[in-house]
């Protein structure tokens, strides 16, 4: 009778006043033959002790990065969750409340997403961040779409081959109806071919995604990519890493118009893909083509300064089929927690976040490289993640440091076919990320399990 | 006392050198960044983020926390939005490493005990459906429509058939519509017949060899079951079209009635509902799809594959079907509300499970019963899991508008009904208890109604009274947009 608070007694008193004499009474709506016989073929129910040990023994079966040492890449990391993004999230007031359509009951969740808002301006350097999208792909898809709306061109739009290719299989789902070509140029040498990403803009070119770091791991040249979107007047979408602008220049600064993330590295934990938080900001002049959820300040009736749901106008519960998007919720409990860590960061964590990065990959780069038949596959700079390859198959360097405790990769042949590397390529390379978390001890390791 | 200590905004609470979180030298040789990193790309700053202790933030955000309303601390009786206990239970065993630390490229011979959870998911999602295949990557109920309707376009696509229309009937969700829009439907609304059911006459008339898909959510949002939604589903089997079953209100039909037994070819739940998630002030959701088995093949993947080899040992793999529509997003699903859905359904059993629909059942016809001397409610002479009550007689006699009483319902400690919806009831007050209240806790409630409607209309037109802020311009909001904190705002 889990959670349920019904006593004979009072089941009975309630049907009296109903004036039923049975709850089959309230059920005869659904007529008989529709009603499911019997009772459901489910497994059977646990108590609190048996359902925690059920799941002990199965968590058991499982080792991810507390047990194992992590260098998993591929746009999910092992970044490190200050203790007070769990306690403050953990709040019920936080976590059992629903999308504040009352904003008298909802100021808490309100001013934190308005925060979260303007969180996300200053670090893209961007006028309007929405309260959040899903994840990472479907908000390059929702950035898409909304160029294809802002330039009302539906003609074609351009990845960079550097997109995440699961984030290219999603904007591929949304817009197969559309008749939109999606054209992904090339890499070379691990990054954009810019001389074959400029063939393929015309003046039907909705917008250009630039990846940076791109897929695997290198930095692209986003200015150069900007400057040719705008020279066909499409749009120039930059998906970024939010903890890589603790040293990189904001999307903002380098061309962006709209600027979009995976937002997992935001102090939210791996659990096997999500949920995450898609991240979504963009200039002033898009405003009212922006997908989801918008928090406004505003005043109440007594003049004092307050938080509410805002632009309402372009949404699926008054436009109907002619909202921006068919979005209803935001992701807040995770868009709360992105709020709480970049405040527990401030300026100097974010960059002392991005600069360890930064040195132990290049430290794990040197080291790996350094293995016999081991090398970068591109020359191009990186941050925290870089591909390395040789003339053995990825898996095979794999099985070696699983073998030893360590988990690397993913080998590109997990991921989706990538626009200019071979089946092959792909066979033979793996990413290596490099999180603030590991250590030169764990990096040493690592390269010694890889040498024998 | 409520206290508004720190609750400025984080910028305004900043001060220039404070920090609550501090990094370890790094303990590998290191290099100046301009060694690594092409002087174009680096920042010469970092983003000026706002600067605080670690007491600066917990406390600015736990005062923050109070000014909400929640399941934890009020009934919250949403209509649509399934606002029922979000057991505590889930939350230490979603913690457990080797559920929350495993990355999603690990090797799954690293996670079989993941993988088994979430395949026995599947199947349990499979069993209350009534249809045999899920998918569980759509990250909420949105992103299930959209996926169905995608699978639905392939399906067509694959029988060399172009049906372009989407029916739904006038009640159904905004995202209804929106998602048909994006899926490349043309949207084709039904009226509904008197009672607020589907008109079979009317759908007869929309339906023809370019239909698609049929979306009706069942029961509707009225809180009723539709008596004909056999014979809708026949109107549409019969023409070659689909059923798309919006679940959004399964509480009340989970154990009773299975959309794949009444002619649903596909559906979605919406697992931070139903199945507890919990709703996070807005998210994250977890929105998986079931369908038939002549559908499975165009399921996004990856979905969960169990092998049992001749000794008896078992495997989980992940595997994306053949004629996959592609993903609609990146990694595998939104796990960790699927998860405390795993957990839900474990604890109830399936009794458990039938015994939760009857008692929101029974909760909904208990409340509206209470509140019918003042409230009516036009629609049905019982209800499933919620109701929608009209303010229509009380806005003729007293002036007190629907919207007036949720207002003031939140100065008596409760949260506000969702008003006006479903448009086909005017003045529409939906609520929706639970089966996770109490019989006192409705008392009470029906109680602060009945006050309420006997209070002053002028009195009630500024509730509400006692809480931190009441009734923000929503005009001002739209007029001049303010989205982000700026050095001018400064109180």
């Given at each position: 009778?889990?959670?349920?608070?019904?006593?004979?007694?009072?089941?009975?008193?309630?049907?009296?006043?109903?004036?039923?004499?049975?709850?089959?009474?309230?059920?005869?709506?659904?007529?008989?033959?529709?009603?499911?016989?019997?009772?459901?073929?489910?497994?059977?129910?646990?108590?609190?002790?048996?359902?925690?040990?059920?799941?002990?023994?199965?968590?058991?079966?499982?080792?991810?990065?507390?047990?194992?040492?992590?260098?998993?890449?591929?746009?999910?990391?092992?970044?490190?969750?200050?203790?007070?993004?769990?306690?403050?999230?953990?709040?019920?007031?936080?976590?059992?409340?629903?999308?504040?359509?009352?904003?008298?009951?909802?100021?808490?969740?309100?001013?934190?997403?308005?925060?979260?808002?303007?969180?996300?301006?200053?670090?893209?350097?961007?006028?309007?961040?929405?309260?959040?999208?899903?994840?990472?792909?479907?908000?390059?898809?929702?950035?898409?779409?909304?160029?294809?709306?802002?330039?009302?061109?539906?003609?074609?739009?351009?990845?960079c081959g550097g997109?995440?290719?699961?984030?290219?299989?999603?904007?591929?789902?949304?817009?197969?109806?559309?008749?939109?070509?999606?054209?992904?140029?090339?890499l070379v040498n691990g990054v954009t071919?810019?001389?074959?990403?400029?063939?393929?803009?015309?003046?039907?070119?909705?917008?250009?995604?630039v990846q940076d770091p791109n897929v695997l791991g290198a930095l692209e040249d986003?200015?150069?990519?900007?400057?040719?979107?705008?020279?066909?007047?499409?749009?120039?979408?930059?998906?970024?890493?939010?903890?890589?602008?603790?040293?990189?220049?904001?999307?903002?600064?380098?061309?962006?118009?709209?600027?979009?993330?995976?937002?997992?590295?935001?102090?939210?934990?791996?659990?096997?893909?999500?949920?995450?938080?898609?991240?979504?900001?963009?200039?002033?002049?898009?405003?009212?083509?922006?997908?989801?959820?918008?928090?406004?300040?505003?005043?109440?009736?007594?003049?004092?300064?307050?938080?509410?749901?805002?632009?309402?106008?372009?949404?699926?519960?008054?436009?109907?089929?002619?909202?921006?998007?068919?979005?209803?919720?935001?992701?807040?409990?995770?868009?709360?927690?992105?709020?709480?860590?970049?405040?527990?960061?401030?300026?100097?964590?974010?960059?002392?976040?991005?600069?360890?990065?930064?040195?132990?990959?290049?430290?794990?780069a040197?080291?790996?490289?350094?293995?016999?038949?081991?090398?970068l596959l591109s020359t191009a700079p990186f941050l925290k993640e870089f591909a390395?390859?040789?003339?053995?198959?990825?898996?095979?360097?794999?099985?070696?440091?699983?073998?030893?405790?360590?988990?690397?990769?993913?080998?590109?042949?997990?991921?989706?076919?990538?626009?200019?590397?071979?089946?092959?390529?792909?066979?033979?390379?793996?990413l290596?990320?490099?999180?603030?978390?590991?250590?030169?001890?764990?990096?040493?390791?690592?390269?010694?399990?890889?040498?024998? | 006392?409520?206290?508004?200590?720190?609750?400025?905004?984080?910028?305004?609470?900043?001060?220039?050198?404070?920090?609550?979180?501090?990094?370890?030298?790094?303990?590998?040789?290191?290099?100046?960044?301009?060694?690594?990193i092409?002087?174009?790309f680096?920042?010469?700053?970092?983003?000026?983020?706002?600067?605080?202790?670690?007491?600066?933030?917990?406390?600015?955000?736990?005062?923050?926390?109070?000014?909400?309303?929640?399941?934890?601390?009020?009934?919250?009786?949403?209509?649509?939005?399934?606002?029922?206990?979000?057991?505590?239970?889930?939350?230490?065993?979603?913690?457990?490493?080797?559920?929350?630390?495993?990355?999603?490229?690990?090797?799954?011979?690293?996670?079989?005990?993941?993988?088994?959870?979430?395949?026995?998911?599947?199947?349990?999602?499979?069993?209350?459906?009534?249809?045999?295949?899920?998918?569980?990557?759509?990250?909420?109920?949105?992103?299930?429509?959209?996926?169905?309707?995608?699978?639905?376009?392939?399906?067509?696509?694959?029988?060399?058939?172009?049906?372009?229309?989407?029916?739904?009937?006038?009640?159904?969700?905004?995202?209804?519509?929106?998602?048909?829009?994006?899926?490349?439907?043309?949207?084709?609304?039904?009226?509904?017949?008197?009672?607020?059911?589907?008109?079979?006459?009317?759908?007869?008339?929309?339906?023809?060899?370019?239909?698609?898909?049929?979306?009706?959510?069942?029961?509707?949002?009225?809180?009723?079951?539709?008596?004909?939604?056999?014979?809708?589903?026949?109107?549409?089997?019969?023409?070659?079209?689909?059923?798309?079953?919006?679940?959004?209100?399964?509480?009340?039909?989970?154990?009773?009635?299975?959309?794949?037994?009444?002619?649903?070819?596909?559906?979605?739940?919406?697992?931070?509902?139903?199945?507890?998630?919990?709703?996070?002030?807005?998210?994250?959701?977890?929105?998986?799809?079931?369908?038939?088995?002549?559908?499975?093949?165009?399921?996004?993947?990856?979905?969960?594959?169990?092998?049992?080899?001749?000794?008896?040992?078992?495997?989980?793999?992940?595997?994306?079907?053949?004629?996959?529509?592609?993903?609609?997003?990146?990694?595998?699903?939104?796990?960790?509300?699927?998860?405390?859905?795993?957990?839900?359904?474990?604890?109830?059993?399936?009794?458990?499970?039938?015994?939760?629909?009857?008692?929101?059942?029974?909760?909904?016809?208990?409340?509206?019963?209470?509140?019918?001397?003042?409230?009516?409610?036009?629609?049905?002479?019982?209800?499933?899991?919620?109701?929608?009550?009209?303010?229509?007689?009380?806005?003729?006699?007293?002036?007190?508008?629907?919207?007036?009483?949720?207002?003031?319902?939140?100065?008596?400690?409760?949260?506000?009904?969702?008003?006006?919806?479903?448009?086909?009831?005017?003045?529409?007050?939906?609520?929706?208890?639970?089966?996770?209240?109490?019989?006192?806790?409705?008392?009470?409630?029906?109680?602060?109604?009945?006050?309420?409607?006997?209070?002053?209309?002028?009195?009630?037109?500024?509730?509400?009274?006692?809480?931190?802020?009441?009734?923000?311009?929503?005009?001002?909001?739209?007029?001049?947009?303010?989205?982000?904190?700026?050095?001018?705002?400064?109180?």
């Amino acid at each position: 009778m889990a959670y349920l608070f019904r006593t004979p007694q009072q089941q009975t008193e309630m049907l009296q006043t109903i004036g039923v004499p049975s709850i089959d009474e309230l059920l005869t709506q659904i007529p008989a033959g529709l009603q499911h016989c019997g009772l459901l073929n489910l497994p059977p129910a646990l108590t609190e002790i048996e359902l925690e040990q059920h799941v002990r023994k199965l968590a058991a079966d499982s080792v991810g990065a507390a047990t194992r040492t992590c260098f998993l890449g591929g746009g999910a990391y092992d970044h490190f969750i200050p203790s007070v993004v769990d306690e403050i999230t953990g709040r019920g007031e936080f976590y059992t409340a629903y999308t504040p359509y009352q904003a008298e009951a909802s100021q808490g969740s309100l001013q934190a997403f308005f925060e979260y808002q303007s969180l996300i301006c200053e670090l893209t350097g961007l006028d309007v961040s929405n309260a959040s999208l899903y994840e990472g792909g479907s908000a390059i898809s929702e950035a898409v779409t909304m160029a294809m709306r802002s330039t009302d061109r539906r003609g074609n739009v351009v990845l960079c081959g550097g997109v995440h290719p699961e984030a290219v299989q999603v904007v591929k789902t949304h817009v197969l109806h559309l008749d939109t070509d999606v054209r992904v140029a090339p890499l070379v040498n691990g990054v954009t071919d810019h001389a074959a990403l400029a063939k393929l803009v015309d003046d039907q070119t909705a917008a250009i995604v630039v990846q940076d770091p791109n897929v695997l791991g290198a930095l692209e040249d986003v200015a150069a990519v900007s400057a040719l979107a705008h020279q066909h007047g499409a749009l120039c979408i930059v998906a970024f890493d939010p903890l890589s602008l603790g040293v990189l220049k904001r999307p903002g600064d380098r061309g962006a118009d709209i600027a979009v993330a995976e937002g997992q590295s935001l102090g939210i934990p791996l659990q096997f893909g999500g949920p995450y938080l898609g991240v979504l900001a963009c200039r002033n002049e898009f405003v009212r083509k922006l997908p989801g959820r918008l928090i406004g300040q505003t005043v109440d009736r007594n003049g004092k300064r307050c938080f509410v749901l805002n632009l309402q106008a372009r949404e699926q519960h008054i436009r109907r089929e002619k909202a921006t998007s068919n979005i209803c919720t935001n992701q807040g409990l995770m868009a709360l927690r992105a709020t709480v860590y970049l405040a527990s960061m401030g300026p100097q964590g974010l960059r002392e976040v991005a600069e360890l990065c930064c040195q132990k990959a290049h430290y794990a780069a040197e080291k790996l490289t350094a293995v016999p038949g081991l090398k970068l596959l591109s020359t191009a700079p990186f941050l925290k993640e870089f591909a390395l390859t040789s003339d053995k198959p990825a898996a095979h360097w794999q099985a070696k440091a699983e073998a030893a405790g360590f988990d690397i990769g993913p080998c590109l042949n997990r991921l989706p076919a990538i626009a200019g590397m071979s089946a092959a390529d792909r066979d033979r390379a793996f990413l290596v990320a490099v999180t603030e978390c590991r250590t030169k001890d764990d990096i040493d390791r690592l390269a010694a399990a890889l040498s024998c | 006392m409520r206290n508004t200590q720190a609750v400025q905004l984080l910028s305004e609470l900043s001060h220039t050198g404070r920090r609550a979180e501090t990094f370890p030298p790094a303990d590998v040789p290191t290099r100046s960044l301009n060694e690594m990193i092409p002087a174009d790309f680096l920042a010469a700053q970092p983003p000026q983020l706002p600067e605080l202790t670690e007491p600066d933030v917990v406390r600015h955000y736990v005062n923050l926390s109070t000014l909400n309303m929640s399941v934890d601390t009020h009934f919250y009786p949403l209509g649509s939005c399934t606002m029922k206990y979000n057991p505590k239970r889930h939350e230490r065993l979603a913690k457990l490493p080797g559920i929350i630390d495993v990355h999603p490229y690990q090797s799954p011979a690293n996670m079989q005990g993941l993988l088994a959870i979430l395949y026995e998911t599947q199947e349990m999602l499979a069993e209350i459906a009534g249809l045999p295949a899920v998918s569980m990557q759509p990250a909420a109920g949105a992103q299930g429509e959209l996926t169905a309707l995608l699978v639905a376009s392939a399906y067509f696509r694959d029988k060399g058939e172009h049906r372009t229309k989407v029916v739904f009937p006038a009640s159904a969700h905004g995202t209804n519509p929106a998602s048909a829009a994006i899926a490349g439907f043309d949207c084709i609304q039904l009226p509904a017949t008197a009672n607020g059911f589907i008109d079979l006459d009317a759908l007869r008339k929309a339906v023809d060899k370019n239909t698609a898909v049929f979306m009706v959510t069942n029961p509707n949002t009225l809180g009723l079951f539709e008596p004909d939604i056999a014979a809708a589903a026949q109107i549409l089997h019969d023409a070659g079209g689909l059923v798309y079953i919006d679940g959004a209100n399964m509480n009340a039909i989970m154990g009773i009635t299975r959309p794949g037994d009444f002619g649903g070819d596909m559906m979605h739940y919406n697992v931070h509902k139903t199945f507890t998630g919990p709703h996070g002030a807005g998210g994250p959701g977890s929105g998986p799809i079931g369908v038939r088995d002549f559908l499975k093949d165009y399921l996004p993947g990856p979905i969960i594959t169990k092998t049992t080899a001749a000794e008896g040992a078992v495997t989980y793999d992940l595997t994306t079907p053949v004629k996959s529509i592609g993903r609609v997003r990146t990694h595998f699903g939104n796990v960790g509300i699927l998860l405390r859905g795993y957990f839900y359904l474990r604890t109830l059993g399936a009794q458990g499970v039938r015994d939760a629909a009857e008692q929101a059942i029974l909760n909904a016809n208990y409340l509206k019963a209470i509140l019918a001397p003042v409230l009516n409610v036009p629609m049905g002479k019982y209800c499933l899991h919620e109701f929608v009550a009209s303010a229509s007689d009380v806005l003729k006699s007293r002036g007190i508008s629907a919207m007036e009483i949720a207002k003031r319902l939140l100065d008596f400690g409760f949260h506000a009904p969702t008003v006006y919806f479903p448009l086909v009831v005017p003045e529409a007050l939906m609520m929706e208890p639970t089966e996770t209240e109490s019989k006192e806790t409705l008392d009470a409630f029906a109680a602060a109604v009945q006050m309420i409607l006997e209070e002053d209309p002028e009195f009630l037109k500024l509730a509400p009274h006692t809480l931190p802020i009441s009734r923000p311009s929503d005009v001002q909001a739209a007029r001049q947009p303010v989205l982000k904190w700026t050095p001018c705002l400064r109180d």
